[in-house]
Structure formats: C-alpha cells, structure tokens
C-alpha cells in the first residue's frame, strides 16, 4: 500500500524477550439461579493466545469492541488470573506468583487506561495520585523526596508542577491523560499496558499524547503493550502488530509486514475499512464491507471463528480451527490463523 | 442558484452556567443545498452538536438559550415559528440519528412500535398500513427477517443493528434533510463502513440533504459534497470536500489534517500536534479563538475576529493570514 521509510523506526532488539504469554485462555463463566448457582456456560474472552513481548518494542493489539483485547492486556498484568496457560515476565512465571513476589513484580507493569475521567481518583490532588505508588512500593524517603519526584514526574509529561494541589476535575481530558502517565511512571517501570489510552482524546490532543508516548519510551527505555481499535494510530506508534478477533489471534507481524501484505482476509476487511482524510484517495479506494455483526463469544462459531463473516470461507472453515502458524521467512516473523492463506502455493 | 434548503444565519446559542455564559454556538452562518451531503467537523466543545440541535429548536431551556439568529427551512424560520409548527417537522421533515445508538431508542417499546408512532403521528397512516410500512423499512436498512424483529426490544439488536433501526425511524416519513449527530462514532470500524454506506446510498435515492457532525475527518471524506469546519462555536472554513482536503487555507483546518496518522502515507516519525488546548468558551476576546495555538498569528488577531473570506471558488476561510497558510503551510507543523 504505502512505502515506509524503515530508517525512522530503530528494530528493537530481538532476542530479549520481556513478557511471554502461552496459550492463554480466560473463560468466564456465566451462571444461572439465585441461591444455587451453577455454571450453564463459558465466555470464551480470550481463548488460547500466544505471543511474545520484545524488550523495548511496542506491540500494537487491534480489533473489534469484544474481541477480548482488553481481557488480555488484564490478563498480562495478572489483574485476571487466566483459566490456563501461563504468562512470562522476565523469565518468570507470573500466574503461578503470589502475595508479595507478585506485588513487588507489578512495580515493573503499570497500566494507562482510556478513560481519563473514570480512572482518576476525583477526591485526591493530583500530586497525591501520582505520589500514592511511591508510598506504596516505599520508593520515596520521606516527604520532601517524594514531593521532588512528584513534581520531576509532572514536567516529565509536560503538566506545570505548581498544578500539584489541584484536583482531577480542573484539567482537561488530555491533560488527565497525562496524569495517568505520571501515575503509570512513578514506579520506573519497564512495562506499560496502554488500553485506548488515546482513544478517548480529540484528535489534536491525540497526536500531543502520542508523541509523549514515544519520547517517554526512548528516555526510559519502556516496553508497550498499546491495546487500540484504531488502525492508523497503531500502526504509527507499534513495531510489531497483532489482530485479534473473538477471542483468538488472526494475525500477527512486523508493522511493515502487517500493514503492506496483510495475509488473513480479516485484517485485510479491516484496513480497507479505515477511513483515510482524503476524498481523492477515497474515490479510488475498493473496500471491503464485511457484513453482519460480531457473533457472540458465547456461542462462537465452529471451526474458524471468523468463517461467519469472512468473503472466502469455504466449506473446511466451517469444521478446521485453524492452525496458528509462522509463514514469515528468516527473521521476519508473520504468523497468521487461516486455512487459506498460502494455499495457492501449494 | 437553486435556493437552499436550510440556511442558518448568524445563529448565536448560549447555556447560562454558574460559571457564566457559555457561548457554544457564536455566529455561525451555512446553507445546506437539497440533496447534499454536508461534513460539518470539529472537535468536542466547538459546538457543532448544539448548532444541528438549535436547528430543530432541541436545546434544553434553561440553562440554554438561542439568543440571536435565523434558521430559515424551506423558505420558514424555524425560530419564529411555535412549538405546533416545529413539531411538525421535528421528525417529519427534518429527521435526526443521534450517536449513541443505545440510549436513543426507548427500552420499553418494541422497534416496531417506535416506528409506527411516527408513521401514525406525521403519516396519518393506520395501525396495519404502519405496520406494514414498518417492516418494509427495516427491510430497507439490511435487517434480517424483519417481519419477526419488529416485535423485538432495543436490548435484543447489536449495536450496528439499533443504527439502522434508527436510520430507518429517521428515514420514515421521507425528511427533507437528515441531521446525523456522529452517527458511527460508537461504532467498530467494520460495522461503521457498513453503516456509513448504507446511510448515503439510501439518501442519494431518496434525495435526502444529510447534515453528519463528526470530530473525524475521515469519515466525511468519502462521502461529503461540502465540509465545514467548526472552532470555538463558528464555521471556520468551507469548501468542498476536495477542496478543503487538498487546500486548507485555515491554520486549524490544515494541523488537524497534519495530527492524524494517516494508513495511506509514509509513517511519520512523530506526528504533528496541535499545541495547546481547545478555547475556554466562557472568557472570549474580540480576537481570534485559534489565536493561542496558531503558528501563523500576527497582532491584528489579536483584537479582530476575522470573518469568513473568500479565499477561492465557494471556498471561504476564517482568517486574515490565509495567504501565508497558501504559500507556507509548512511552517505550520515546522
């Protein structure tokens, strides 16, 4: 589609992997009866995922509202325990982690949430927001460190540090963001989750928030798991990205790769259907136009999940899950679920 | 020239708050022409919902008020005119799709009864002929088996599935013009094509003249015949689409197009934000809205408003700078 100027992306190193998630699958059960509940079903939000997080690369997450992406970047930070399989970080286990190993291993994850409003305690000033994870983690000695840090930490994401007094309320949407990041930095972590975390903002603010993103990713050397439905905006911040849908991984490659030769017919639906600010270029544009809605991960179809909607399904996807597989060449990962991918080059 | 079918004359609309007056809608002046298909974009606060509520007379009151202008449809000003009259169009001839899907259907009636109500109010039709005409609606905007899901609750539709039945409710009485209100905007990318598609090949055929008020620049590009912009409760620029994608003559126009990443360009290495923040709209100057975060501002902005100038062919542009922004626009994502 487009060419990219590949010398504006420094290749993270690979190699160092930072997070491994196997297999992963978090079911949640839907129950029936007051007094006696019992289990009549599963939601199978995420449903058998694997990948790998490299050190200081961020990894973009797209798709659907409901595809479970934001199940699983919960899960990644072990907010939710996952049913089965196992999440890496650092090399070590986290789902098998309790109490306080576990604890002391979250001061390296932190999380940036979309909703700037929502996530921001609305009876605490801003400076005791983003001191609270110091207090927590013991990472300040005494009063007059942690008021230092704090304030380092606000012009650090461009907030004025005489605003430490104020509350939530006197800021505007992009500037809580910007709260959040601060909160999310205290800790010096290494791992950031960002889910939507500029979903929410208008577009000229959208562009500021992502720009503190990246420098603060080249300062301090953070590793991103950037969870967004919007294909544009993934694709500007991400090294590598991974599609999901219902549950389960579509595809997964090099930006580059992803967004010039998308292989899985559902990535390809979706970036035809990214609306580009240009009317001339519109004009000239084929589409995809999948039709009907996202099943229900209640009751999700068999086979390929996606055969439902997908415009070259054929008989086998209804039966097959498809396996997930790497077909990228030496170095150049691209791993993808559909039977038909490649099938001419049998 | 053909008269237009809506035009809104300098319409000022304020909210009287606590905290003083909120000018959300200051001055804004556009024409809609019968059967076109108007962009009218800009981001939240510009005032670009209450302009298309003020239109239908919807603002609530107190603590919001029209205080000045003229919303003249089809020859009539709506303004002048009573609550009678106005709900005779409201719906009728001038219909509206709101944002969230979810919460403007009512949860205790059937989808069939919701679209009945208006057949029967403004139609005159009876219970059978509305019933009819209501399945037949649906069939229109691609619902399945609508004959059985007339007798369905909004809770039982997707959310893609409850924007048809809306486009269907506002479609029904054959309006004139058509006020979409973010129309996609809750919706996934996937689903936000089918809808979008639907919404403009059923208006080209009716001939229906759409307003759809977006915050996205994308969404209007394909489908818009002219694009206003909004800032700080005016009309900043317009042109046509073509146009105003390939040349903004207003600073802001041209950094908003510059502050997306866009999938069909070379990836940028950092994008190229608007700095600052959106107007208070309580404390306004005599001076340009945009003036603290445009690149281009000389004195004169300072102390004057610029009005609408005609900077091309049916292209006007709010800005006394607009022969630099022509011949440098560079310099504004320096």
């Excluded at chain 1, 839907?30 to 790998?52: C, E, L, M, P, W």
């Excluded at chain 1, 039709?291 to 229900?296: E, M, R, W």
């Excluded at chain 2, 298909?37 to 029209?66: D, F, N, Q, Y």
């Amino acid at each position: 589609m487009t060419i990219e100027d590949r010398t504006t992306a420094p290749a993270p190193t690979s190699g160092d992997i930072l997070v491994s998630v196997k297999d992963v699958r978090m079911y949640f059960p839907v129950t029936s009866g007051i007094i006696f509940q019992r289990k009549v079903a599963d939601v199978k939000a995420v449903d058998g995922v694997s990948f790998d997080i490299r050190k200081g690369e961020t990894l973009g997450l797209v798709g659907e509202s409901g595809c479970g992406k934001t199940t699983l970047g919960r899960v990644v930070l072990m907010l939710y325990k996952p049913t089965t399989g196992s999440v890496l970080f650092q090399g070590k286990d986290l789902v098998t982690m309790k109490g306080g190993d576990l604890r002391r291993m979250r001061r390296n994850m932190q999380m940036i949430f979309q909703d700037p409003y929502a996530s921001l305690n609305p009876r605490m000033t801003v400076g005791a927001i983003i001191a609270e994870p110091l207090i927590i983690h013991g990472l300040a000695k005494g009063r007059k460190d942690r008021n230092e840090k704090v304030q380092e930490l606000m012009q650090v994401v461009g907030l004025n540090p005489y605003y430490a007094n104020r509350y939530p309320h006197e800021f505007s949407g992009g500037q809580r963001q910007r709260i959040g990041i601060a909160r999310a930095l205290a800790v010096q972590p290494d791992f950031i989750v960002c889910d939507e975390a500029v979903s929410a903002l208008d577009v000229s603010i959208q562009a500021q928030i992502i720009n503190l993103l990246q420098d603060l990713q080249e300062r301090f050397g953070l590793t991103y798991l950037f969870i967004a439905h919007d294909l544009s905006v993934v694709r500007h911040i991400s090294d590598r990205v991974c599609v999901m849908y219902l549950g389960k991984m579509m595809e997964l490659a090099d930006r580059v790769e992803l967004y010039e030769r998308p292989l899985h017919p559902y990535t390809k639906a979706l970036l035809s259907a990214v609306p580009i600010p240009d009317p001339a270029v519109e004009s000239k544009r084929e589409r995809i136009i999948l039709t009907g809605d996202v099943p229900s991960p209640l009751h999700p179809p068999s086979g390929c999940v996606f055969h439902t909607r997908c415009p070259i399904a054929i008989d086998e996807c209804r039966q097959v899950i498809p396996e997930w597989r790497n077909i990228g060449g030496m170095g150049n990962d691209h791993w993808v679920a559909c039977i038909r991918v490649g099938e001419d080059q049998k | 020239m053909a008269e237009p079918l809506l035009a809104v004359k300098d319409l000022h609309t304020q909210f009287f708050t606590e905290e003083g007056v909120v000018n959300a809608v200051n001055g804004v002046s556009y024409d809609v022409m019968p059967g076109e298909i108007l962009g009218l974009v800009g981001e939240s606060g510009c005032g670009k919902t209450v302009s298309a509520l003020s239109v239908l007379r919807l603002i609530p009151s107190p603590p919001g008020k029209i205080t000045s202008g003229e919303i003249i449809f089809e020859g009539e000003n709506i303004l002048k005119m009573d609550e009678e009259e106005v709900r005779h169009i409201r719906g009728n001839k001038i219909g509206m799709i709101f944002q969230e899907p979810m919460t403007s259907l009512n949860p205790v009636l059937t989808i069939g009864r919701q679209l009945t109500e208006t057949l029967e109010l403004h139609l005159k039709l009876d219970k059978q002929a509305a019933n009819q005409r209501a399945i037949e609606l649906l069939e229109m905007v691609g619902i399945p088996e609508a004959k059985g899901r007339v007798h369905d609750y909004p809770h039982q539709f997707s959310g893609g599935m409850r924007q048809r039945v809306m486009i269907a409710m506002a479609l029904s009485c054959n309006p004139k013009l058509l006020l979409a209100d973010e129309p996609t905007t809750a919706l996934d990318v996937t689903i936000q094509a089918q809808i979008l598609e639907l919404l403009t090949r059923l208006t080209r055929e009716l001939g229906t003249a759409v307003i759809i008020i977006t915050h996205n620049l994308g969404v209007v590009a394909r489908y818009a015949d002219r694009v206003n912009v909004m800032y700080a409760g005016r009309v900043i620029e317009t042109a046509t689409a073509p146009e105003l994608y390939h040349n903004p003559r207003h600073p802001y126009t041209l950094g908003l197009l510059a502050s997306v990443p866009r999938l069909d360009q070379i990836r940028k290495a950092k994008l190229d934000p608007i700095e600052g923040m959106p107007p208070d709209l309580i404390h306004m100057d005599d001076g340009c809205p945009f003036r603290p975060r445009c690149r281009f501002a000389v004195d004169r902005c300072k102390t004057e408003n610029p009005p609408l100038l005609s900077v091309g062919n049916e292209h006007s542009a709010a800005c006394w700078e607009w022969e630099r922004v022509r011949k440098e626009p560079d310099t504004a994502v320096a």
